[in-house]
């Protein structure tokens, strides 16, 4: 197991990203092509900045990522992210003027977490209340036909979180990457074609 883990991070320093997360979001790409040029798109829970630099490199120059995150970051992001630390939750005005500057993202990304407490039952709920609240912002802020992707945990109410998304995007998948230790509660709940509500 020790071994699975350290060639991620290997990896991860060889391929200058800070963190061996970027694998699950490369995962997911392959899987699913997130990614076209010139898109904009929205990072949450971006600290240390290893979604932020992939998604700019699949974008493009001409594409934008706003990376929101309460952690700063200490590498050097690519002249098209914007990097804000804030409380996603409890958002900076600095958060919500950008929020309102770029408005209508394309992608919807969120690798936010609650810190675990060991207790199962109450990480899973954490985590999907958490996952419930980015889906506010995405009604806000996500365009008619966007992408949403969600790092929620597994549990009892995960069916029902997502019959909600069925009702607001065209199809909702969920994913585990290879690169996600298998002892992990961690999935991805990916919504594709936001609806617009009548």
């Given at each position: 197991m020790?071994?699975?883990?350290?060639?991620?991070?290997?990896?991860?320093?060889?391929?200058?990203?800070?963190?061996?997360?970027?694998?699950?979001?490369?995962?997911?790409?392959?899987?699913?092509?997130?990614?076209?040029?010139?898109?904009?798109?929205?990072?949450?829970?971006?600290?240390?900045?290893?979604?932020?630099?992939?998604?700019?490199?699949?974008?493009?120059?001409?594409?934008?990522?706003?990376?929101?995150?309460?952690?700063?970051?200490?590498?050097?992001?690519?002249?098209?992210?914007?990097?804000?630390?804030?409380?996603?939750?409890?958002?900076?005005?600095?958060?919500?003027?950008?929020?309102?500057?770029?408005?209508?993202?394309?992608?919807?990304?969120?690798?936010?977490a609650p810190e675990t407490s060991g207790i199962k039952l109450r990480d899973q709920t954490r985590s999907l209340e958490m996952a419930q609240k980015v889906c506010e912002l995405g009604e806000s802020y996500l365009k008619k036909g966007g992408i949403m992707v969600l790092k929620v945990f597994t549990g009892p109410d995960l069916q029902d979180f997502l019959a909600t998304l069925k009702q607001d995007f065209k199809r909702v998948k969920t994913f585990k990457p290879d690169s996600s230790r298998s002892e992990s509660m961690e999935c991805f709940v990916l919504s594709f074609g936001k609806k617009i509500k009548q």
């Open positions: 020790k071994q699975y883990k350290d060639n991620y991070f290997k990896k991860a320093k060889k391929e200058n990203y800070p963190a061996r997360s970027v694998y699950k979001l490369q995962e997911i790409h392959r899987r699913y092509h997130l990614f076209q040029k010139g898109q904009k798109v929205l990072d949450l829970g971006a600290a240390p900045g290893s979604w932020s630099l992939f998604s700019a490199q699949r974008i493009g120059k001409k594409g934008r990522v706003l990376a929101v995150d309460k952690k700063d970051v200490d590498i050097n992001l690519p002249e098209h992210v914007c990097f804000i630390q804030s409380d996603v939750f409890a958002p900076s005005e600095n958060f919500l003027n950008c929020l309102d500057y770029y408005r209508d993202f394309d992608l919807l990304l969120s690798d936010l």
